[in-house]
């Protein structure tokens, strides 16, 4: 049977964005915390740490380089947590689509919503270290706002690629294979830690077809106050797989769900 | 009949990796009424539900839900419709209250509208005043309540109820069963899937008997039991019982049917049968009317369905 066909999406998608902003609603704080911990953790722990051994990189210090791959790592992660686990939570074990899509609200809002929300909860986190790191003096452009659209951008990206995943997910273990063979090489290759140029040259063209990489080609110069090169190109790279992921997610749930 | 039917399914079908699942069923829901699709399990009662509110697309067959052509308008079929489903899925994460709440805004309604149904939907289910009370405390006859309030929440006409009463105690299932018998005083009609026959007996107007994907009886608890069975049940027990229902049985009963050490034999008349049963004090009876489940059983075999 075929599933495909484009999302057909209507203004309910909103209301099961709703339900889930009303559950983070209720833990906002414990959950903004504990998105920022770890990142943080890493931050000054590498920053200060390595940055200590360090030259400047990229022209400023190693800490205010890794501040700028921070923001967008942790993007991808709090995207990619709430796709899977929290997703695959209310898609399969509480069966909360299940008891959604009785009412009507047609799948493909379902996953809508679902896919908005994870990018707005990848929002959050992305911002609030843009905040942490803007505190502590590692920013200083206003262009820095124009992180925040960026931010979002990428939340969907990793966001539409999680929901592929828990389409087709059998469990909650199945996760751990996408984090240890995509997200973490990912955030290893893409510029996060160090220049794309120190890899070797064919991994640099790899490292250069990667979501993540674009998200830091784009929010890294805006937080050192520069207007990132080729923005439309990495725009575009980003919105395009986030709109294909989500084509596809919305296709393998169907499949999944509604034979 | 007056009205539209609320649901009319005609020669549905249904397959899973080339096995029918369900073989061509039709049936039309008056409005008002309490229609029951009875059957073991496996029998295609859940994937008919299924079909009817458009949650997968049939082989074949025509589907009306509320007046609108299914699945292709099932979303807006679904506006009219209120759905219990098999498994409780009530959102954990949610007070009672908030359930309600975020539910009835997958309909759109107007938050203060939902705001205002909450304390009679409450009510109705037994729940008044536990707004703020977390799900993950409620008992299951409780989470069953609230699940119908749930499906209320949009004032539907039409009710779908997916065996409203599995798994729980006797006095939960009365107090859903007298809840449902209030929603049918209201002019709601209601489809109910249930394997309890005394359920369908009390609730339901007309039935239809499903097995294996087909409707194999359809009419009212009353014409069921008239028209496919004989009217009087004995019930024989004992070790010896199946050893008589061999040699003896045949000579006073229209039908008998063995099960471990019960015999049960179908009769007309069975003054007979009793006189010569007092011969046998080894063998301890049960005299009673044939009601729905002789019928189920009848039509569907004693064998285990896993």
Redesign the interface.
């Known amino acids: ?1 075929n599933h495909f066909s484009p999302p057909q999406l ?3 998608a909103l ?2 964005w ?2 889930n902003f ?2 983070w609603k ?1 833990l906002a704080i414990p959950s903004v915390l504990g998105n920022l911990a770890d990142p943080m953790i890493y931050l000054f722990g590498l920053g200060y740490g390595l940055g200590g051994l360090l030259p400047a990189v990229g022209g400023v210090p190693y800490i205010v380089f890794l501040a700028a791959g921070t923001v967008c790592s942790s993007t991808m992660n709090a995207a990619s947590f709430e796709a899977l686990y929290s997703g695959f939570s209310r898609m399969h074990v ?3 689509w ?9 799948l493909d809002d379902v996953v809508a919503g679902e896919w908005l929300w994870a990018a707005a909860k990848a929002t959050l986190s992305g911002a609030a270290i843009l905040i942490v790191i803007a505190l502590l003096g590692f920013v200083n452009s206003p262009l820095a706002l124009w992180a925040l659209p960026a931010i979002f951008l990428t939340g969907l990206c990793f966001a539409a690629m999680g929901l592929i995943i828990t389409a087709l997910a059998p469990s909650y273990d199945f996760f751990m294979y996408y984090f240890t063979l995509l997200i973490t090489p990912m955030m290893l290759l893409s510029g996060v830690f160090f220049p794309i140029e120190q890899l070797p040259v064919g991994v640099q063209w790899a490292a250069k077809v990667l979501p993540l990489s674009h998200s830091v080609q784009l929010i890294r110069p805006l937080l050192s106050g520069a207007v990132p090169a080729a923005a439309a190109l990495h725009i575009l790279v980003l919105a395009g797989i986030a709109a294909a992921a989500f084509v596809v997610a919305v296709t393998l749930t169907r499949r999944r769900l ?2 | 009949m007056e009205g539209l039917s609320p649901l009319s399914v005609d020669g549905l079908r249904k397959s899973y990796a080339g096995r029918e699942v369900v073989a061509g069923v039709s049936f039309a829901l008056r409005p008002g009424e309490c229609f029951g699709l009875l059957g073991p399990n496996g029998a295609g009662k859940t994937t008919t539900l299924r079909c009817c509110l458009g949650l997968t697309p049939p082989g074949a067959g025509d589907i009306r839900l509320a007046g609108e052509p299914v699945p292709q308008r099932a979303r807006e079929a679904r506006e009219r419709v209120g759905v219990v489903p098999q498994f409780d899925n009530l959102d954990p994460d949610f007070s009672c209250a908030e359930n309600l709440m975020v539910y009835g805004r997958y309909f759109g309604l107007a938050t203060a509208d939902i705001r205002a149904r909450i304390p009679q939907l409450l009510d109705f289910a037994s729940l008044a005043g536990k707004d703020d009370t977390s799900i993950r405390v409620l008992s299951g006859g409780m989470k069953r309540r609230l699940t119908l309030a749930r499906a209320l929440i949009n004032d539907p006409d039409l009710l779908m109820l997916d065996e409203p009463t599995t798994g729980l105690d006797p006095q939960a299932r009365h107090l859903i069963w007298e809840r449902l018998k209030r929603l049918l005083g209201q002019g709601k009609t209601i489809l109910l899937t249930t394997h309890f026959m005394d359920e369908a007996e009390r609730l339901c107007n007309r039935l239809a008997i499903m097995d294996e994907g087909r409707i194999i009886a359809q009419g009212s608890p009353r014409e069921l039991i008239a028209g496919q069975i004989e009217p009087q049940v004995v019930e024989v027990y004992g070790e010896d019982a199946p050893g008589w229902a061999r040699s003896e049985a045949a000579r006073f009963a229209q039908r008998c049917e063995v099960s471990g050490e019960t015999v049960f034999c179908y009769v007309t008349d069975a003054a007979p049968l009793l006189a010569h049963l007092e011969q046998r004090p080894q063998l301890r009876t049960l005299h009673r009317p044939a009601n729905l489940e002789d019928v189920f059983l009848k039509l569907t075999g004693r064998e285990l369905r896993d």
């Open positions: 049977m209507s203004r309910r209301a099961v709703q339900r009303l559950v209720k509480q069966k909360t299940e008891a959604i899509m009785n009412a009507p609200v047609s509604l034979s």
